[in-house]
Each structure stands twice: as C-alpha cells, then as structure tokens.
C-alpha cells in the first residue's frame, strides 16, 4: 500500500460520513483490499485518539472527522491542524493529481523548495506521487527542473529531521520560472492552507464563477 491506511482513511473521510463497509468499498474500488478487522481495528484507534467520531445508526458504526480539534491546542492555535510529514507530503499529492501530468514535477519541486527553502529530493518527489519513471522520462526532454550538485545537498539532508533522505539521493531545483508553474504552485499552497486552517463560516457555499456579477 503506497500510503499509510490511516491517512487513506482520513482522506475518504475529509467532508463525509461513512460506514465500515462504505469505507471498504472505497478503499477497494481503489485497489486497496484491506480486511474488515484490520480496518475496524484502525477506525477504533483513531476514535480513541480522539481523530474521528463514531456514531451508532444500528446495525452499522458510521466515522466521520470532527468539526472542533483538539481543545487543549493555546487559544492562538486552535484554528490550526497539527500537520505531521506524512499529512503534507499527502496534501501536496492530492492537490497534483489535479495538475497535469507533465507540469507536476516542475511544480512540485518548486512548492517543496519554496515551502522548505532547500531543494526537493527525489525521496520527496515519490511522497507527492512522482515515479521514477516520469521524473526521468521528464528530465530527458526538459530543462526547467535541474539536478543539484550533492556537495550542495549536503547541509540540506543533515538539516532533515522528520523524514530519512538517503545518502546519495538526488535533489532538483527550478532553473526556469515560469508564470504557468507560479500560477499552479500558488493552488497547491492554497489547498495547504485551506487543509491546515478552519475556515468554516469564511468559505462560500457555491462557488462563485465571476467577480462582477
């Protein structure tokens, strides 16, 4: 499985109610065949973490995301959800599929070096859905995304604490900006910042398609 089952689960939960069996039958109709008990084992502990509700609507358990978080969050941080590595690079993936195929690396490399300050590594890139595949069939035919020389990734894969770079992985930076990768970028950090933000009594209920009516 390429992500972590509770993430999947969080994310088919993100603005929804659903079943045990509602949530299998999800998962598999995106190739995840994960076992009942395994799942109700995983959908019990992230109830007891306090991550997701759990209503009974008999003979069913429906699990859905909370509205308030954590209340032990100081008063200035209560708006704010508590993002580990995993929910970024996870975010960061959701927003590109929404991209096209061959603009993803550029603009996935420039979000991960704009948002860290550093260069994005390769191990980074297969976080956010990027195969090795694509990344080379791309650098092949493109020269807006560079390789780094490692004498300058030194100090950047030292400073990584959260994730494990290897030593020797390769890291990319932006050689061209490009308005089109600018525009892109600037979406994906607007979905981290709706992810990692209530904005609940902000957002409009239909989206508008026009500014001047």
């Known amino acids: 499985m390429e992500k972590k089952l509770n993430l999947k689960l969080l994310e088919l939960l993100e603005g929804r109610q659903l079943s045990i069996s509602g949530l299998s039958r999800e998962l598999k109709a995106e190739g995840i065949d994960e076992h009942r008990l395994v799942l109700t084992g995983y ?3 992230l109830r007891d973490l ?14 859905y995301l909370p ?7 100081p008063q200035e941080g209560k708006n704010l959800r508590i993002l580990d590595s995993e929910d970024i690079y996870s975010i960061f993936r959701t927003q590109l599929l929404k991209i096209d195929l061959d603009l993803r690396i550029p603009v996935g490399v420039y979000v991960v070096s704009k948002l860290f300050e550093r260069p994005c590594f390769c191990k980074e890139l297969k ?3 990027i195969t090795q595949k694509h990344l080379d069939q ?6 807006l995304v560079c390789e780094v020389s490692d004498a300058h990734l030194r100090k950047a894969r030292a400073d990584i604490t959260r994730i494990e770079i290897p030593t020797g992985n390769p890291g990319y930076e932006i050689k061209e900006h490009r308005e089109e990768v600018t525009r892109l970028a600037n979406e994906v950090f607007a979905g981290l ?16 398609t026009t500014l001047i009516p």
Do not use: D, T, W
Not at 52 to 61: A, N, Q, R, T
Not at 138 to 143: A, I, P, T, V
């Open 43 to 45: 959908l019990r502990a």
């Open 138 to 143: 791309y650098l092949e035919k493109s020269s």
């Open 127 to 129: 976080l956010i859905g």
């Open 193 to 208: 910042i709706k992810y990692s933000i209530n904005l609940e009594g902000l957002l409009a209920k239909s989206k508008q």
């Open 50 to 63: 306090k991550i997701l509700e759990e209503i009974e609507v008999p003979p069913s358990k429906i699990y």
């Open 67 to 73: 509205e308030k978080i954590n209340e032990s969050l």
